[in-house]
């Protein structure tokens, strides 16, 4: 009885916006753990932490720009990913308070073209359409025009063309998806012959004084204060490269940069912060507009629940509600882009905000918003597990640095200490590919052969050694291995057509051994 007592005096102090841990020991705690994680190159960006719309705390870390050595600092803007959502929903949250539209309505009554005639437009606002996401629509048109840039304009086009069903009755089941957003943004420009990019700018962005926030457009990507988005080139050496010159994500960052409404919003740590008081003093919508926003949605009457990386947790309109409200009543969402990861949470109980920003997709990012949000808190909300590390990676790097007997050596030491290390089929192979593209034939043999042997139902990973033999010039394994893959999975298209574009270049070499 008194642990419950002592439990409820703590809650009745926080819920008055005080902590069990003093502001500066708060402030210490958190630049501790960001010292660590900045001088281990695992965040790089910003955090801002307000209470009761004061500043608690704001650190920069790390580099705008790495090759120009430019700093970040409170005016960089970084892009926001998918936390870009709640400002569509918001959009169409505000016109449907001034009634133009119906959320029940069927969006094929606004947008004639739209081939789905029973979906509408809250279950587009609450990913329940079961609609094909960018990636079904895209990659095909992408696959046979390599240059092409697609944006809005073309989603209702690719939908007819492509011509695939839904993956389930509308509204019966839950599923995250990128193209409902975007025609949620072709909406708005439907009903106010407004470019989405405009409307956001009037009825968002100025009323909310986010100065320097802007919808990614080709007048504003040279802007000087934007942050170059960064990932790993190559896990097994860990340097980073920018997004321009990834091949790995231009289907993303190049061919589908254009799409509007589910991403593309340019943000400050202090703008957001900026737009979160506009939510509470009522600038934007209506109060009961939304709490519209924060009700869970309901299918069949039970309420939409994911398990994610920050917990359990149902979906409004535009927004992540944490199922756990032992500390409070959350609302959040995060964002990912290439190169670029969000996290924004609102604690509405206490009115606290914790905003941070990353340009380098750093691996201790989602650590950094659990610690920070536990720190401020006082508690701890957001579990923190020793993280495991990647055999794979460490493998990997051995294999690079000290050759293929000391690499297999380590990994059979290691292999089964599953309380230290986990394996991942796909990284594995992905490494191994990474070795291949560096031209280190012999390590991506190794790696993609140990691949082989450690998986040997995934038509995968004969499918990437057979491009290792191709690549080291041992064409009739690797029409062997090319065979395998494509008897295991008859839709491997790619490994059909290397399979004949090899045979047409060595005619006389035919598989066996």
Not at 159 to 166: D, V
Not at 212 to 232: E, P
Not at 432 to 461: Q, V
Not at 471 to 477: P, T, V, Y
Request: glycine residues 6%.
């Amino acid at each position: 009885m008194k642990g419950k007592f002592t439990s409820i005096i703590l809650y009745y102090l926080m819920s008055l916006g005080l902590s069990s841990v003093s502001a500066q020991n708060v402030q210490k705690r958190l630049d501790s753990l960001f010292f660590i994680l900045s001088t281990g190159k695992s965040f790089n960006g910003n955090v801002l932490v307000a209470e009761q719309n004061k500043i608690l705390y704001k650190k920069s870390v790390g580099y705008a720009n790495i090759a120009k050595a430019t700093p970040n600092n409170d005016s960089t803007t970084f892009q926001i990913g998918s936390l870009s959502k709640t400002f569509t929903a918001l959009a169409i949250l505000q016109l449907w308070e001034k009634k133009k539209i119906p959320l029940d309505a069927p969006y094929q009554k606004y947008v004639r073209d739209f081939p789905y005639s029973d979906i509408t437009i809250y279950q587009l606002l609450s990913h329940t359409t079961g609609l094909p996401d960018k990636e079904q629509l895209f990659f095909p048109l992408i696959d046979a025009h390599p240059d092409e840039q697609f944006d809005n304009n073309d989603i209702l086009s690719a939908i007819k063309a492509a011509n695939i069903p839904l993956a389930f009755q509308p509204g019966t089941e839950w599923r995250y998806n990128n193209i409902g957003y975007a025609l949620l943004a072709l909406l708005v420009e439907k009903l106010t012959a407004q470019k989405f990019a405009d409307y956001l700018q009037t009825y968002i962005f100025q009323p909310a004084n986010m100065k320097d926030t802007f919808l990614l457009s080709q007048d504003r990507t040279k802007d000087s204060r934007q942050a170059t988005g960064y990932l790993i080139r190559a896990h097994y050496m860990g340097d980073l490269e920018s997004i321009a010159d990834s091949k790995k994500v231009r289907r993303w960052s190049y061919n589908m940069r254009g799409f509007n409404g589910p991403t593309n919003i340019i943000s400050t740590s202090s703008d957001l912060l900026n737009f979160d008081q506009a939510l509470y003093d009522g600038k934007l919508v209506k109060p009961q507009t939304l709490q519209k926003a924060f009700e869970p949605t309901r299918l069949k009457g039970k309420m939409v629940s994911n398990e994610g990386e920050f917990g359990r947790s149902s979906y409004g309109l535009g927004w992540e509600l944490p199922s756990d409200t032992t500390i409070g009543r959350l609302v959040m969402h995060t964002g990912r882009e290439p190169g670029f990861f969000t996290f924004f949470i609102r604690d509405l109980t206490h009115k606290r905000t914790i905003i941070v920003m990353d340009n380098t997709e750093g691996r201790e990012f989602g650590k950094a918003c659990k610690e920070t949000f536990n720190i401020v808190s006082g508690t701890n909300f957001f579990p923190i597990h020793k993280q495991k590390s990647s055999l794979f990676l460490s493998y990997a790097k051995t294999l690079y640095e000290k050759g293929s007997d000391q690499a297999i050596t380590f990994f059979n030491l290691h292999r089964f200490d599953t309380a230290n290390y986990f394996m991942d089929e796909r990284e594995l192979n992905e490494l191994g590919l990474e070795l291949l593209n560096d031209s280190c034939y012999k390590e991506a043999l190794d790696a993609l052969k140990l691949c082989t042997i450690l998986y040997p139902d995934s038509w995968n990973t004969y499918d990437s050694y057979g491009k290792a033999l191709y690549k080291s010039g041992q064409i009739r394994e690797a029409i062997s291995m090319y065979q395998k893959s494509i008897s295991m999975n008859p839709q491997n298209e790619p490994g059909k057509e290397m399979l004949s574009m090899i045979k047409r270049e060595y005619p006389n070499i035919t598989a066996g051994l």
